[in-house]
């Protein structure tokens, strides 16, 4: 059973920068699809980015194209998420998943994934 734990939220001004980490136990996440998913109270959860397992290729919503990064450390068995200028519509609790059933596919969809960290808050102030 792979867990997973999200660190790295915080509160921070508008235009700047936050790195979140997704550390797995229980199993590789080289060997998985990982994604990152966010979402405010009242509405629903937002697909952000994915990697396909060993990183070797990634997707992203359009809303953060081009201010964030998903990247993987696999000797720190952690994927993250770099987020580069930020706004204000980014706050949010921010949650890390995983599947090894769909390792090959950078899905989107949120019940593509087995596995669900406890998330973290992201808030970004004017």
């Known amino acids: 059973q792979v867990q997973l734990v999200e660190s790295g939220g915080g509160l921070v001004q508008a235009g700047g920068s936050l790195r979140l980490s997704c550390t797995a136990s229980?199993?590789?996440?080289?060997?998985?699809?990982v994604a990152w998913f966010r979402q405010v109270p009242g509405k629903e959860r937002e697909f952000i980015a994915a990697?396909?397992?060993?990183?070797?290729?990634?997707l992203y919503a359009d809303s953060v194209k081009g201010r964030f990064t998903i990247s993987g450390d696999s000797a720190r068995n952690t994927v993250y998420l770099q987020m580069n200028s930020l706004e204000p519509e980014d706050t949010a609790v921010y949650y890390c998943?995983?599947?090894?059933?769909?390792?090959?596919?950078?899905?989107?969809?949120?019940?593509?994934?087995?596995?669900w960290g406890q998330g973290t808050q992201v808030t970004v102030s004017t």
């Open positions: 990697r396909r397992r060993t990183g070797i290729s990634t």
């Open positions: 998943a995983a599947t090894w059933r769909y390792g090959y596919v950078a899905s989107v969809e949120g019940g593509s994934y087995d596995y």
């Open positions: 229980g199993g590789s996440l080289s060997t998985h699809a």
